[in-house]
C-alpha cells in the first residue's frame, strides 16, 4: 500500500512538472511572436517630439567602448541631449567620452562626475547625478549604459510607448553575446538572455536597468531619486514604485540593446549571484517561485532518470513509462530552449557567432539549470555581492553599504579608432 501511494505521488508530481513546462513553453512562444509582430513595425510617427534626456553610465572601461557610446548619438530624435555619468574625470572612460564630445560639438553632449551617496549604490549613483544634471526643459527620462549598444530608433520608441498615461515606464531587452567562446561568456550570456525571454505583451514585473526610459513627471510624483538614494539595487525599487502607482511598465521589442559579454567562469558566477541576491531581498516571491519552479523540472528530470534505471533492472514494464517521461521532460526542455534561441535571432545582429553558444545550450540545457539552480540557493546565505568593480553588504529591508572598491583593470587601450592619448591630454 505504501509503494502504491508513493508511485501515484511521484507519477501526480511528474504529471504537475509536465503540465507547467507545457505552459511555459506557450507562454514563450507567445512571446516570441510578440517580438516577431513588433520588430518589423516601422519607426513610429509621433505627433511631438518632447524634449528627452538621455543618461548613460559609463563606469567602467570595456572593449568598443567608443562605438558603444556613438550609438546613442545616432538617434532619429532631434530634441535630445545626451549626459554621459563618469566616476572620475581622469578615468580612461571620461577621456574617450571627451574625445566623442570634441567630435560632436554641435550635439548636445555632457559628461558630469558621480556624486557620492553613501546608501546607493554607484549604478543609482550615476542614474542620480544625470537626473540633476537633466535639463529641466526634459520631459523624457531615458536611461542606457556604456556596455550597450541601442538602434537608431530607440529613444523614439520609448517615447512612443510614454505617450499612454497608462504607461509608467517603457522598457526594452538586453541581449548578451559572447566575446570569446568560453564557458564563462557563455554560461553568462545564457542566464541573461533567458531572462530576456521572459519579456512580453501585457504589463511587466521585469525592468531592463540599461534600456528603460520614464517620464520625468512621473519620475518627481513617485519620488525615485529619494527611493534611489536609499537603495542598492537598480530595478526592484523602481519596480515597486511604479506598480504601488497603479502604473504599467510596457516592454517594447525595438528597445532592445546588445552587450558583447567578456567574462571569466567566476565574474559569471558573480553576476548571477548578484542578481538572485538582489532578487531575493528585494522580490521574495519572485524568487521563491523561480527557484521552486527550476529546482521541480530538475528533481523531475533526474528522478525519472532513476526510477527508469531501477525498474528497468528489475525487468518492470513501468521502466518504459517512466523513461518516456524523462525523454519528455528533455524534450519539451529543448523547444524551450529552441524557442529562446529564436528571440536572441530577432534581436542579436550578428547571430552566427552564437552557433556554438547556442548548441551547448540546446543539448546540455540540464547542465546549465542545474548551475545556475545551486547558484540561487546558495544566495540564500550571503547577502554580499559584487557588482563590477564595487562590493556591498545589503540589510534584510533592500538598503546596504559599500564595503570595497576594486581597482580598475588594464585590459583594454585607451586608444580606440582614431582617438590618441595625446588627443585627450588636449581634451
Not at 545550450?361 to 546549465?368: E, G, K, L, R, T
Request: with cysteine; glycine share 6%.
Amino acid at each position: 500500500m505504501t509503494a502504491f501511494f508513493l508511485s501515484a505521488a511521484f507519477i501526480s508530481f511528474v504529471s504537475v512538472v509536465g503540465t507547467l513546462m507545457v505552459l511555459g513553453v506557450a507562454w514563450l512562444y507567445e512571446n516570441r511572436r510578440y517580438s516577431q509582430r513588433r520588430l518589423h513595425d516601422s519607426s513610429p510617427h509621433l505627433e511631438t517630439t518632447p524634449r528627452a534626456t538621455v543618461i548613460v553610465p559609463c563606469l567602467t572601461n570595456t572593449a568598443g567602448l567608443r562605438e558603444t557610446l556613438s550609438s546613442y548619438l545616432r538617434q532619429d530624435y532631434n530634441n535630445l541631449e545626451v549626459v554621459f555619468v563618469v566616476d572620475d574625470r581622469q578615468s580612461r572612460a571620461a577621456r574617450i567620452v571627451k574625445a566623442i564630445i570634441e567630435e560632436n560639438r554641435f550635439m548636445n553632449l555632457r559628461i558630469v562626475v558621480s556624486t557620492q551617496v553613501p546608501t546607493a549604490s554607484h549604478q543609482l549613483e550615476a542614474w542620480l547625478t544625470g537626473v540633476m544634471s537633466a535639463s529641466l526643459e526634459s520631459e523624457v527620462l531615458a536611461f542606457g549604459n556604456c556596455d550597450v549598444r541601442v538602434s537608431t530608433t530607440w529613444l523614439r520608441r520609448i517615447v512612443k510607448g510614454l505617450s499612454d498615461p497608462a504607461v509608467g515606464a517603457v522598457t526594452g531587452s538586453v541581449w548578451q553575446m559572447p566575446r570569446h567562446q568560453t564557458f564563462g561568456n557563455r554560461l553568462r550570456a545564457i542566464y541573461q538572455n533567458t531572462i530576456s525571454t521572459f519579456q512580453g505583451p501585457g504589463n511587466q514585473i521585469i525592468l531592463s536597468s540599461k534600456s528603460w526610459g520614464i517620464r520625468s513627471r512621473i519620475a518627481d510624483q513617485l519620488e525615485l531619486k529619494r527611493i534611489w538614494q536609499q537603495a542598492i539595487d537598480d530595478t526592484w525599487p523602481t519596480i515597486k514604485a511604479i506598480k504601488s502607482a497603479g502604473l504599467k511598465i510596457v516592454y517594447a521589442p525595438q528597445c532592445h540593446a546588445t552587450c558583447t559579454v567578456d567574462s571569466t567562469f567566476f565574474e559569471s558566477v558573480n553576476e548571477i549571484h548578484r542578481q538572485t541576491v538582489l532578487g531575493r531581498i528585494n522580490a521574495p516571491w519572485y524568487w521563491l517561485g523561480s527557484l521552486c519552479g527550476m529546482a521541480s523540472i530538475q528533481v523531475a528530470y533526474a528522478l525519472t532518470a532513476a526510477a527508469t534505471i531501477f525498474l528497468a533492472s528489475q525487468g518492470h514494464i513501468a521502466a518504459i513509462a517512466f523513461g518516456l517521461a524523462h525523454i519528455a521532460i528533455y524534450v519539451f526542455g529543448v523547444i524551450r530552449i529552441l524557442i529562446k534561441n529564436s528571440l536572441c535571432k530577432m534581436h542579436l545582429p550578428d547571430w552566427r557567432v552564437m552557433r556554438r553558444t547556442r548548441n551547448i545550450d540546446v543539448i546540455a540545457w540540464p547542465v546549465f539549470e542545474c548551475l545556475v539552480l545551486c547558484l540561487r540557493i546558495t544566495s540564500w546565505f550571503s547577502n554580499t555581492i559584487r557588482w563590477d568593480l564595487f562590493q556591498y553588504r545589503l540589510n534584510a529591508n533592500g538598503a546596504g553599504r559599500l564595503i570595497a572598491k576594486l581597482p580598475q583593470p588594464n585590459d583594454y587601450e585607451v586608444t580606440e579608432g582614431v582617438y590618441s592619448t595625446e588627443q585627450t591630454k588636449a581634451a
